[in-house]
C-alpha cells in the first residue's frame, strides 16, 4: 500500500510540473504578444505624428523666405546695400541711458512657497 501511494504523489508532481510548464508558456507568450503589439502600436503612432507635425523643416523653408524677404524693410537705419550684414548686427538696440551701478544691499534670496 505504500508503494501505491507513492506512485500517486510522483504522478501528481509530475502533472504539477507540467501545468505549471504550460503555464510559464502561456505567460511568455501573452507577454512577447503585448510587448509586440506596444511595439507596434508606438512605431504606428509615431508614424501618425511625424505626418501631422512635419517639424522644424517644413516651417524653416517657408520662414527663412519671409524672414529674407522683411529683414531689410523693417530694420531702421540699416545701409541700403547691405541686407546680410544688417540682419545679424543689432542695429536696433540702443545702449542704456544710465550706467549701471553695483550696490552694496545684500542679494535677496527666496526659495519654496514661503
Do not use: C
Not at 519671409?66 to 541700403?80: E, K, Q, Y
Not at 536696433?92 to 527666496?110: D, G, I, M, N, R
Request: no cysteine; net charge positive.
Amino acid at each position: 500500500m505504500a508503494g501505491r501511494h507513492q506512485h500517486g504523489h510522483a504522478r501528481f508532481e509530475r502533472l504539477a510540473r507540467h501545468r505549471r510548464d504550460a503555464s510559464l508558456a502561456r505567460i511568455g507568450s501573452v507577454t512577447r504578444t503585448a510587448v509586440i503589439g506596444s511595439v507596434a502600436a508606438m512605431a504606428a503612432l509615431g508614424l501618425y505624428v511625424a505626418k501631422a507635425f512635419p517639424g522644424h523643416q517644413h516651417g524653416s523653408n517657408s520662414s527663412s523666405s519671409s524672414v529674407t524677404t522683411t529683414a531689410p524693410t523693417t530694420a531702421p537705419g540699416a545701409a541700403s546695400g547691405s541686407s546680410s550684414s544688417s540682419a545679424t548686427s543689432p542695429t536696433t538696440l540702443s545702449p542704456p541711458s544710465t550706467v549701471p551701478v553695483q550696490t552694496q544691499a545684500p542679494p535677496v534670496v527666496s526659495s519654496g512657497a514661503s
